[in-house]
């Protein structure tokens, strides 16, 4: 196995930032992640905040270096490998390609990440935030997940409840945090689509496409559609999509915040909360297209920071920070970041 020193990581994180790597290596099946460890054995004794595993770097800020060694994933492979009357059932290697994953399942006619399309990353970090777009999260149609113990260099299963998805979260980045590689992930996938297009933009993008016969196709084209027209292409402009969660307050506050701004917009959720919208609440704060030196708060969609070049993660960061204050200092509402702060 190969074991390099001192890389750079600016091409492997969409983010662009220039952090290194004191070690780095990749692998592309357990044997090999195996023998990485112990290779690496007397710096991973403990919980190994000095190891890190990186997939596509789609939804992390580097910060300083990587005193440590970073992990690059590529298992690949992807197969069906059981079908019912009305499902299929398909297994990905967690250093697979997300998107790509969705353009197998089109092929196929197999129905459920239609919604999905275009979701930069791999198949290894969808259900560490339970990846989410248009309506669908990946705890809809996700089966069950091998994963690395690495302490006990085991081989764990889990199953939907054992990964307590929740809105962005699984048990991977709270209880288990840093404890386990993610191998292979099974999706559990329609045969007959039930179509999913409540969210106006689709109904209003399928209309412009003048799709005349719904079809997983034609949903996913729509959110190609969308997505390319709003988000910033990282290949050209650094970021990680959203930087930060919708915010969910309590129905008292939110009729609070109604009678002084009556244009915020609230989702009602089941358990009686509001659901925010971060970029609503940002852009009031005067952060859409706000730019210094490199960092910047995109100028089409408040939730996105983006580096239009050179920026460091602290600056990335620093900017982060005063957006968060910013909103609690208008709204009272405490936004949490979504992408992963290294
Ligand atoms: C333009 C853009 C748009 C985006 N839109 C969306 C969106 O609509 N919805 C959404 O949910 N997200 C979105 N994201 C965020 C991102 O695409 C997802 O979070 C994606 O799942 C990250 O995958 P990755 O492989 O790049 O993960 P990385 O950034 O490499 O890693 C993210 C975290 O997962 C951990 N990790 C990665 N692989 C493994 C593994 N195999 N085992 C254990 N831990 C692992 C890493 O250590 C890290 O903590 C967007 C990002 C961008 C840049």
């Known amino acids: ?8 990581l600016k091409q492997l994180n969409t983010f662009g930032i220039d952090a290194y790597a004191k070690q780095f ?3 592309t099946n357990i044997d090999q992640l ?7 054995k007397p710096q991973t004794s403990s919980l190994k905040p000095q190891t890190f595993i990186l997939g596509g770097g789609s939804n992390i800020l580097f910060t300083k270096n990587v005193d440590g060694t970073v992990l690059k994933n590529e298992i690949s492979g992807i197969e069906k490998i059981d079908e019912d009357n ?12 997300w998107h790509r994953f969705v353009l197998y399942c089109l092929e196929n006619n197999y129905a459920g ?3 999905l399309a275009l979701i930069p990353g791999s198949i290894g970090a969808s259900p560490m935030q339970n990846i989410g777009a248009y309506g669908v999260e990946i705890k809809d149609v996700f089966h069950s997940l091998e994963a690395f113990h690495i302490d006990d260099k085991k081989t764990v299963q889990f199953n939907k409840a054992d990964c307590a998805f929740g809105y962005r979260e699984s048990v991977f980045k709270n209880k288990y945090k840093h404890q386990f590689i993610i191998l292979s992930v099974i999706y559990k996938l329609a045969k007959k689509p039930v179509f999913n297009t409540s969210y106006g933009a689709i109904e209003a993008e399928l209309e412009k496409m003048k799709v005349k016969e719904l079809s997983i196709q034609s949903i996913a084209q729509a959110v190609i559609n969308i997505r390319s027209s709003k988000l910033p292409d990282p290949k050209l402009i650094g970021n990680a999509g959203s930087f930060f969660k919708n915010p969910e307050i309590d129905y ?3 009729e609070k915040l109604k009678n002084d701004f009556p244009a915020i917009v609230g989702y009602k959720l089941e358990n009686g909360h509001v659901k925010l919208a971060a970029g609503w609440l940002i852009e009031q704060c005067g952060w859409k297209g706000y730019r210094k030196g490199d960092a910047g708060c995109h100028e089409k969609q408040a939730l996105v920071l983006v580096n239009y070049g050179n920026a460091s993660g602290s600056e990335i960061y620093n900017l982060s ?3 968060l204050d910013s909103v609690y200092d208008k709204f009272k509402v405490q936004l949490e970041r979504e992408v992963n702060i290294i």
């Open 86 to 97: 009305d499902h299929v059932y398909i297994k990905a290697g967690a250093g697979e390609n």
């Open 25 to 27: 290596a990749k692998f």
């Open 252 to 254: 008292d506050h939110f």
């Open 321 to 323: 920070s005063a957006i």
């Open 34 to 40: 195996v023998e990485l460890f112990e290779l690496l």
């Open 113 to 115: 990440v239609e919604n």
């Open 1 to 8: 196995m190969n074991i390099e020193t001192n890389v750079s």
